[in-house]
């Protein structure tokens, strides 16, 4: 069972910045993949930026270039760096963790973090 602890949230004007962490508890394997998804009030989950072990980055269009995903394996954390942030960023952001184990694959998710972008 692995267990993930966000911080980092909160309310910011537009054009401001924020920066989100996860830390990754209780795997008895190397974490595959770590990442961050959204959801925003009447809308799907969506993923907004995935960084595979070893592997390259994955970001959602709207925030390529504003947003930057980082990962520190000795201490299985995962960063979000939320630059030029824009009111449609506003969503609860979820941690998302990955593991695999004889080939099968183990998601495993945050409580969540409420981002709010408003003047």
């Known amino acids: 069972q692995v267990q993930l602890v966000e911080s980092g949230g909160g309310l910011v004007q537009p054009g401001g910045s924020l920066r989100l962490s996860c830390a990754a508890s209780g795997s008895r394997v190397s974490i595959n993949v770590m990442g961050w998804y959204r959801q925003a009030p009447g809308k799907q989950r969506e993923l907004v930026a995935s960084?595979?072990?070893?592997?390259?980055?994955t970001y959602e269009d709207s925030v390529k270039g504003r947003f930057t995903i980082s990962r520190d394996n000795a201490k299985n954390t995962v960063y979000l760096q939320m630059n030029s942030l824009k009111p449609e960023d506003t969503a609860v952001y979820y941690c998302?963790?990955?593991?695999?184990?004889?080939?099968?694959?183990?998601?495993?998710w945050g409580q969540g973090t409420q981002v709010t972008v408003s003047s």
């Open positions: 960084l595979p072990s070893g592997g390259s980055t």
């Open positions: 998302h963790a990955q593991i695999k184990i004889l080939g099968l694959s183990y998601n495993y």
